[in-house]
């Protein structure tokens, strides 16, 4: 096999992984009009020939850093979260085996024959792990403009606060000189605005499909959701946004009730990001229904609600303590933003099992485990905890031991219902 089959063949299975998922997704409900707009989005972002197109001013990896920073400086984030299986392969000769998937996929974007984002762009590299701390090596060594934001791992410190602030002025210096426009409090109050914005919709979208539960999958509902971070245009994703709400509230498709009545369930750990859809496909098959989805880019829809109660603070200090009281990502030696999440879905009252999803490599999110298992064990709800990576190979061994929590569900619901009557 030539050098240049095998690359052909590794950018056809990055093209297959994502036209996959949109097929399925598509497929899953295809009578509600609005959702094409989200679904070509997402389309639009993986679309190799978009890619080489590309030239991203600012490349943001992950979810942990403010957004409002970016567009207030003239800027759109174009993010890079990881989630191909594709990209995994592209970054083979750049790092060890044994690194987690996210991290591979993430270099892969950047570094491969294929297409060169980061050829004018700014990197910010959040370090929310020693993985992300390579990743900014590597991309510095690859000659790329990176800027490292690190993040205090203990919000209880007297002078986290102070050494966030530092590091979010760091931030805005580097993003102010590789943009040429300043921030001022006019257009941070606007970026403030248009994110704030997008995430009320975005809040506003979870409660409508918990009002019409069965009308959509749990994995459309994230699809829907993660496409905010594809967008080009988040004022237009807004407006559709708004629409799809309205037309999932005015919809009068029967929901039947073998689709309302199946067990509620909360996904939470890893992130699972778009095109790797294999756990949340795997969920709905057998049977179960994603009431919610807990990670830290969900997280952030809810993080903007005190923004507009700032007072007298100016914008800037709003946008970066509120972002770091409801960042509850991987960064944290106790992530009790996570810990605080989880509790208010257990006190709703719609959760009957939890799903931790653990990628391999991902440890720090190993270490919450405990936590959440006595947690969720003083109201008798299952956590069941699924390790896996992008691959698929593991898909049927997966079904069979979660066709089994599925079982210990099913027995639990019954054991509630006679104990109710």
């Known amino acids: 096999m030539t050098a240049n089959h095998e690359k052909n063949q590794l950018f056809s299975s990055y093209e297959s992984e994502y036209m996959d998922t949109l097929r399925t997704l598509f497929n899953e409900n295809s009578q509600i009009e609005e959702l094409r707009y989200f679904l070509n989005t997402i389309y639009r972002y993986f679309k190799p020939d978009n890619m080489k197109k590309r030239q991203p001013q600012v490349i943001v990896l992950g979810s942990s850093i403010p957004e409002e920073l970016i567009y207030a400086t003239g800027a759109k984030p174009f993010w890079i979260l990881g989630g191909s299986l594709g990209t995994v392969a592209w970054s083979d000769d750049l790092v060890p085996r044994d690194t987690d998937p996210v991290s591979r996929s993430v270099l892969g974007f950047l570094l491969n024959d294929h297409f060169d984002l980061g050829a004018a762009a700014l990197i910010i590299v959040p370090i929310t792990c020693d993985s992300s701390r390579k990743m900014a090596y590597l991309l510095s060594k690859a000659g790329k403009k990176v800027v490292t934001v690190d993040i205090p791992p203990e919000k209880g410190d007297p002078l986290a606060g102070l050494k966030w602030q530092s590091q979010m002025e760091n931030l805005a210096d580097k993003l102010s000189d590789h943009t040429g426009q300043r921030l001022t409090k006019k257009k941070l109050t606007q970026a403030t605005q248009l994110v704030e914005g997008a995430r009320k919709l975005m809040r506003d979208f979870i409660q409508v499909c918990q009002e019409k539960d069965g009308l959509i999958s749990g994995a459309l509902r994230m699809a829907i959701l993660n496409s905010y971070y594809y967008s080009t245009d988040l004022k ?4 559709h946004l708004r629409k799809l709400n309205l037309e999932l509230l005015e919809s009068r498709q029967v929901i039947y009730e073998k689709g309302k009545n199946k067990p509620q369930i909360l996904l939470m750990g890893s992130p699972v990001y778009l095109p790797n859809y294999k756990i949340p496909f795997l969920i709905g098959d057998i049977g179960l229904q994603i009431g919610a989805a807990l990670d830290s880019s ?4 809810y993080a ?22 409801y960042d509850c990502s991987s960064a944290y030696a106790k992530n009790d933003m996570l810990y605080q999440s989880a509790l208010w879905h257990l006190k709703q ?14 440890i720090e999110y190993d270490f919450e485990l405990e936590r959440f298992e006595q947690l969720f064990g003083t109201a008798n709800i299952p956590v069941f905890r699924l390790e896996t990576d992008y691959q698929y190979q593991d898909v049927e061994q997966l079904r069979i031991r ?5 079982e210990m569900l099913a027995h639990h619901r019954y054991r509630e219902e006679k104990r109710a009557v």
């Open 298 to 301: 969900t997280q952030k829809i």
């Open 349 to 362: 009252g719609r959760i009957e099992g939890v799903v931790f999803h653990v990628l391999k490599g991902q």
């Open 236 to 239: 237009s994703w807004c407006s």
């Open 304 to 325: 903007s609600s005190s923004q507009h109660k700032a007072g007298k603070r100016d914008p800037f200090t709003a946008i970066i303590e509120t972002h770091y009281r």
């Open 402 to 406: 979660m066709e089994a929590f599925m």
